[in-house]
């Protein structure tokens, strides 16, 4: 599944030119923003994104803001929260709130690439279910 549409979201540049180039090694498409507000920017424009990493601590819109923000207005986008030692405790926040995982940083690149391919294959089935779920409502198809 490494034709997944990622958004990573770090207000750390060199991190996210760094993850960016790796994952799209892996022939992901990655969409790069350094801030919450660029995040939700780009969700309004990208109506592709399937999985966002999402940093937990960044100055303005922190990682738990943007998360409540996309689960409010793309429930069907799955998250997985970045996080520093510090900041666990954001990070299971985060998972209460809807995030589907979450990675300590500095991330293992086998262990983030086989966390979005689960993640994009949870948003993948859920999305195929709803499809299914209207042919029966249109075809009268009993369950
Ligand atoms: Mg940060």
Known sequence: MSDANILLVDDEQP?????TKRLEKRNYKVNAAFS??????ILEKESQVEV?????????KDGIGVLQEI????????V???TGHATVES??????????????????MNELVAKVD???????????KIVEARMKRITGTRI
Do not use: N, S, W
């Open 15 to 19: 991190f996210v030119e760094t993850m």
């Open 36 to 41: 919450g507000y660029d995040a939700i920017k």
């Open 52 to 60: 966002v990493i999402l940093d937990v601590k960044m100055p303005g």
């Open 71 to 78: 689960k409010q207005k793309y429930p069907l986008i799955e």
């Open 80 to 82: 997985i929260m970045l």
């Open 91 to 108: 990070a299971i926040q985060g998972m209460k709130l809807g995030a589907y995982d979450y990675l300590m940083k500095p991330c293992d």
């Open 118 to 128: 689960e993640a994009t294959g949870k948003k993948r089935a859920h999305e195929e």
